[in-house]
């Protein structure tokens, strides 16, 4: 049933916005997997909301992950404008004009008019993410995905405050649209993030951001692979976002929704839920068995050692692939803190060629152990930031790429970005002094590693 001007939630992240027709989808994963075959859709598109898609005139692509930017669903989408966030590298604006689209930058903070009664503006962030903010009759939508305030709270706050009714859509989830797959030392798999009531979680954001109603998003997947389904685990049903939620101080809308922002009716869309069988690794070209040949483990250390930043706090990345090692020495002498990645020879050599290993560690399939002193966060922040947001999509590698890289979102608002900054140094203090169990649990001295030294030594002189 068409409706004149508002909105609707579907699929992963996508919010098609209405003014007369349809007019644009944001991150349309509408077909096809994610990351290496390891995602699908939780929820059918319907078959409605499948044509709008194909008949908005314009597109927009938050960042670079295959559930926000789909190879196959883009393939579909060639005859759009692609609208983006004004990313530091310029990666997927040369990577889609590469093949044929038409693509507009959008200049952080600076409203763009798509139709009457509705505009948009975007910002970028130094994490690679982007936020969209939709202006939809006087009606305030929060498109925040899986974007976390890097700088730019304080100015979408002022803004919420300008109007009666807004709306929050923001990743919100147990864990699983990030890495998992931990291990220690002692072969047993790390505690998986706990399960808080995620309806508190999301009401408490809307709260923060000043929005009135919160929508769940950004979520919407399930593990299809043999390998990750054990990730399923940990994902949201739709009746968890209730869980906790305060109804009596703000709306909380289905995940897929159609929102008049005339009438200000809500519809419920009650997309049919995805249930097909889960697929064996080697249909996306994953053998397990299959082991690297000497030329693909110098590719591999290759691609590592150009990521300069890496060397200041991690002394060596291990790689077991069909069964043999290969190991990254990032610091020669020093063999106290690294990662063990157990990965297929497939999807790694992909990660490392079209430089996108962030997919890896999202797809949670691959299986990292933590060697020396980690933190509570995981592979923040020494080894994702480096490698997959300002290396791999910001095209900031060696240290003075990295110093010009964060310089220019510096630029762009100085204020805010050295609060942020200020913050951070303040608080991550105050939580390193919290009893981590990734701490407590894996200490200093490394065991498997002090005994495999000599072992290492001689072995890494074969290739």
Known sequence: MAFECGFETVGNATIILHDGAPLLASDPWITGPAYFGSWGLAHEIPAEQLESVKKCKYLWVSHGHPDHL??????????????????????????????GF???????REWFELSPRIRVLSIADYNQDGVLICDVNGRLVLNLN???????????????RRYNRSFLLSLCGFG??????????????LPLPEKTPLGHTLWQRAQFWGATAAIPFSAMHRFQRLDSAWANRQSASLQDYADGFDTSSRDLLPAYVRYDCITDEVTPLNPAATNKPLHEPKEFGDDWSEPLAPEEKARLRTYFLSFEALKRNIDFLRFVVGGDETIVELRPGNFERGLTFEVPRGSLLSAVQWEIFDDLLIGNFMKVTLHGEWGPHGLYPDFT??????????RA?????????????????????????????FLMPLKEQTASLLRSRLGANSV???????AYWTMRTRF
Do not use: C
Request: charged content about 30%; proline content about 3%; hydrophobic content about 35%.
């Open 70 to 99: 789909s190879g196959d669903s883009m393939a579909q989408l060639k005859d759009k404008i692609v609208l983006m966030p004004d990313h530091r590298g310029s990666r997927i604006y040369h990577d889609l004009v590469g093949q």
């Open 102 to 108: 038409t693509v507009q930058v959008l200049r952080d």
């Open 146 to 160: 899986d974007a976390g305030d890097r700088g730019w709270g304080g100015f979408v706050k002022n803004l919420a």
């Open 176 to 189: 699983d649209a990030d890495m998992m797959n931990f291990w220690g030392e002692d072969g047993r798999m």
């Open 385 to 394: 930031p480096w490698v997959a947001k300002y290396g791999d999509n910001g």
């Open 397 to 425: 590698k060696t240290m003075s790429e990295l110093r010009e890289y964060h310089r220019s979102y510096f630029r762009r608002a100085p204020a805010e970005y050295l609060k942020h900054k200020f913050d951070i140094g």
């Open 448 to 454: 498997f590693f002090r005994g495999a030294k000599k």
